[in-house]
């Protein structure tokens, strides 16, 4: 591995959640970033505005929709347009939706697997390039512990994360000789807006209270009964983007307080 100094970080499904906060240690670590994802186009004004006032980096803010591989690419070609590369690419955007498998709304099949698990080869494939010319790069793919496990209701997201789970290992053989890492993080449930909002969908498939689902359902599986952190998610991300993971790649890192230690 090369003694290369990444500058520049595109992250994905950064608005929020686990990706405004990887966002948010970039950025703390020096590097240039941009943010993509939904949400109020205030708030994500404002968000943008934070990082560089608070760290003085460069922060930019792609909308290009993660269901459109064409605008994934888009997407990579400002970056790179914006800040001169991308040197770290984090793979985060994720959207979940609870059935039993014979009511699971077709379009919401397709909608989870494009933006789960087709749009991180969407971006991976154009960063890939420029990456080889360099060298140097790092792809942190965000997994779950459903890239190891399965849950009933959530056959979408549970195959989604299976995928991302195989595409990783795939991706970091082919990249292996490049100087390119290729690694994903598998948290437990951690506390976002992503996993708030499975709530109620929760407690109607299986017919329980907002308590219930959070202490039986949630955290039935993780042995610590705590939630995962933004911030600890982040920080793993930066330790694989550090030079003491450099032979680390092609891992399924598992965060999720021992629930995939059974």
């Not at 140097?136 to 989604?160: C, D, E, M, Q």
């Not at 909002?197 to 359902?217: N, S, Y």
């Not at 705590?226 to 003491?244: S, Y």
């Amino acid at each position: 591995m090369s003694s290369y100094t990444p500058r520049n970080a595109l992250i994905t499904g950064s608005t929020s959640g686990i990706g405004l906060a990887i966002a948010r240690a970039c950025a703390q670590s020096g590097l240039n970033v941009t943010l993509n994802g939904l949400g109020d186009p205030g708030e994500i004004e404002a968000q943008r505005a934070a990082i560089e006032c608070d760290y003085g980096v460069r922060a930019f803010y792609s909308g290009a929709d993660m269901r459109d591989g064409a605008a994934i690419a888009a997407m990579v070609r400002d970056t790179t347009e914006w800040m001169g590369g991308v040197d770290v690419l984090v793979n985060n955007a994720g959207i979940q939706f609870v059935s039993p498998v014979e009511d699971f709304p077709p379009e919401k099949w397709d909608q989870i697997i494009a933006i789960n698990l087709s749009a991180a080869f969407h971006a991976t494939r154009a960063v890939v390039p420029q990456m080889k010319g360099r060298r140097w790069g790092r792809i942190i793919n965000t997994a779950s512990a459903h890239a190891l496990v399965a849950s009933p209701f959530k056959s979408a997201y549970v195959a989604a994360k299976h995928g991302i789970a195989g595409f990783t290992k795939s991706v970091a053989l082919e990249l292996a000789t490049f100087g390119i890492t290729v690694n994903s993080i598998c948290p437990g449930y951690v506390w976002t807006p992503l996993v708030e909002k499975q709530i109620p969908d929760t407690m109607k498939a299986r017919g329980l209270t907002e308590e219930q689902v959070k202490r039986d359902v949630m955290l039935a599986a993780q042995p610590t009964k705590e939630f995962v952190t933004v911030e600890q998610v982040a920080a793993l991300a930066m330790f694989l983007i550090g030079p003491a993971a450099a032979q680390i790649t092609g891992s399924n890192m598992s965060m999720d307080g021992g629930w995939t230690a059974a």
